[in-house]
């Protein structure tokens, strides 16, 4: 039979029918622990009673406006991210990479405004900000870029948890404008950075007048322990992109804007059809409401330390693992060797998980799993691995 799909993704030969909480069924009827959570989006779990609710009610209200008119839920949605951020302004997308598209011609309008004529964005190596032409352009990764040249100008690269690099960057290059990178690399293999990188990324942008830039799209909206990951050093930054878990699977994003950044945008800047609609933002609001009164946060913080304490003790005997890492419930566990297979072996054990960076397992699981599931999940992944191990 034809295929009418673009082969865009590679994907396994299983099909997802009904979701509930942490776990997922296929279509013959068979339960798996999801471990991905569709790579941190569904981080209230699958089919969570408030979410549904929210997307029938405004199903039955209201979808689609415009941007031509003022939006109720837009602007409790801004008010509430403003206020578990400490950030001063929204602009609502669709999707991450759109959420880094604004955020990159914010900060080239910031420069036009200095007089900057060819402002530039120091970026970083290993990094993951999309796949549109800018952001594909951002990302630190050749992989993502080859084939696609030429590429957006205007980025320049730095190596990952390096301060004495981007020093060197900041005295001898007079048109950066900003920097942009993820406080944890995500796709990259879950690469945590030094205690105090952020807050001497702060600095730095201060001395140079620069824009602090967050890519917080799978860090965010409490994955990492804190609502931010910023938060974890007391910093504020001047941009922040969201998206995936800010919906729990309805599609938006957004870059949020502080103190020199806010106000860039003006009437003509910027703009998207669908960004911000009356129904994303309901659910937004819903999902962001629950995370904040529920304390996620809190949960994904002692749910990482216990699910990477419980593997380390288990696991401490396997040579294969070169390292467990985590800042909350964003968890990779390092091997020696590439291990792209272990994803169908754990399929197979009824346990979604995904690799990244070839040889980092990456675990992103629902951040309402409890002390027992964690445990559950863990035994799972022990097994798997083991088994990935003796093969
Ligand atoms: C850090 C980061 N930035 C940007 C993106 C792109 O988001 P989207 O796929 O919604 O465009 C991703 C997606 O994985 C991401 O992890």
């Given at each position: 039979?034809t295929?009418h799909?673009?082969p865009?993704?590679?994907?396994?030969?299983?099909?997802?029918d009904?979701g509930?909480?942490?776990?997922?069924?296929?279509?013959?009827?068979?339960?798996?622990?999801?471990?991905?959570?569709?790579i941190?989006?569904t981080?209230?779990?699958?089919?969570?009673?408030?979410?549904?609710q929210?997307i029938?009610?405004?199903a039955?209200?209201?979808?689609?406006?415009?941007?031509?008119?003022?939006?109720?839920?837009?602007?409790?949605?801004?008010?509430?991210?403003?206020?578990v951020?400490?950030m001063?302004?929204?602009?609502?997308?669709n999707?991450g990479?759109?959420?880094n598209?604004a955020?990159?011609k914010?900060?080239?309008l910031?420069g036009?405004?200095?007089?900057?004529?060819?402002?530039e964005?120091?970026?970083?190596?290993?990094?993951?900000?999309?796949r549109?032409?800018?952001?594909?352009?951002?990302?630190?990764?050749r992989?993502v870029?080859a084939?696609?040249?030429p590429?957006?100008?205007g980025?320049?690269?730095?190596p990952?948890?390096?301060?004495?690099?981007?020093?060197t960057?900041?005295r001898?290059?007079?048109?950066?404008?900003?920097?942009?990178?993820?406080?944890?690399?995500?796709?990259?293999?879950?690469?945590?950075?030094?205690?105090?990188?952020?807050?001497?990324?702060?600095?730095?942008?201060d001395?140079?007048?620069w824009?602090?830039?967050?890519?917080?799209i799978?860090?965010g909206?409490?994955?990492?322990?804190?609502?931010?990951a910023?938060?974890?050093?007391?910093?504020?930054?001047d941009?922040?992109?969201?998206?995936?878990a800010?919906?729990?699977?309805?599609?938006i994003?957004?870059?949020l804007?502080?103190?020199k950044?806010a106000?860039?945008?003006?009437?003509?800047?910027?703009g998207s059809?669908f960004?911000?609609?009356p129904f994303?933002?309901?659910?937004?609001?819903?999902v962001?409401?629950?995370m904040?009164d529920?304390?996620?946060?809190?949960?994904a913080?002692?749910?990482?330390?216990?699910?990477?304490?419980?593997?380390?003790?288990?696991?401490k005997?396997?040579r294969?693992?070169?390292?467990?890492?985590?800042?909350?419930?964003?968890v990779?566990i390092?091997l020696?060797?590439?291990?792209?297979?272990?994803?169908?072996?754990?399929?197979?054990?009824?346990?979604?998980?995904?690799?990244?960076?070839?040889?980092?397992i990456?675990?992103?699981?629902?951040?309402?799993?409890?002390?027992?599931?964690?445990?559950e999940?863990?035994?799972?992944?022990?097994q798997?691995i083991n088994?990935?191990?003796?093969?």
């Amino acid at each position: 039979m034809t295929n009418h799909l673009m082969p865009t993704y590679r994907q396994l030969p299983v099909s997802f029918d009904r979701g509930d909480g942490i776990y997922i069924w296929d279509s013959e009827g068979n339960r798996y622990l999801d471990a991905l959570s569709g790579i941190s989006v569904t981080s209230l779990g699958h089919n969570h009673p408030a979410v549904t609710q929210a997307i029938t009610q405004q199903a039955a209200r209201l979808l689609h406006t415009s941007n031509l008119y003022h939006i109720e839920n837009q602007q409790k949605l801004a008010d509430l991210l403003c206020e578990v951020s400490g950030m001063e302004q929204a602009f609502f997308s669709n999707s991450g990479a759109e959420a880094n598209e604004a955020a990159i011609k914010l900060a080239r309008l910031y420069g036009h405004k200095h007089d900057i004529k060819k402002p530039e964005i120091v970026v970083m190596q290993g990094s993951f900000h999309g796949r549109t032409m800018a952001t594909l352009s951002a990302t630190g990764n050749r992989k993502v870029q080859a084939g696609f040249e030429p590429l957006v100008s205007g980025f320049l690269r730095a190596p990952f948890n390096d301060i004495e690099a981007l020093k060197t960057i900041a005295r001898s290059n007079r048109n950066v404008v900003a920097i942009l990178l993820e406080p944890v690399q995500g796709e990259g293999g879950i690469n945590i950075p030094d205690p105090g990188y952020l807050k001497a990324i702060r600095d730095i942008c201060d001395e140079y007048n620069w824009l602090m830039m967050l890519d917080e799209i799978q860090t965010g909206m409490a994955r990492s322990g804190k609502m931010f990951a910023f938060q974890h050093e007391a910093i504020t930054p001047d941009v922040v992109t969201l998206a995936k878990a800010l919906g729990n699977g309805i599609p938006i994003g957004a870059c949020l804007a502080n103190a020199k950044a806010a106000n860039i945008f003006q009437p003509g800047n910027h703009g998207s059809t669908f960004g911000g609609n009356p129904f994303a933002c309901r659910v937004a609001l819903t999902v962001s409401s629950i995370m904040r009164d529920q304390k996620l946060a809190e949960n994904a913080q002692a749910r990482g330390k216990q699910l990477t304490d419980y593997l380390r003790q288990q696991l401490k005997d396997n040579r294969d693992i070169v390292e467990i890492r985590n800042l909350g419930l964003l968890v990779g566990i390092e091997l020696k060797q590439n291990c792209a297979e272990i994803v169908a072996l754990a399929l197979q054990n009824r346990l979604l998980i995904n690799v990244t960076a070839d040889k980092v397992i990456r675990l992103l699981p629902p951040l309402i799993i409890t002390a027992e599931q964690t445990i559950e999940l863990a035994d799972i992944l022990i097994q798997t691995i083991n088994q990935f191990s003796n093969r």
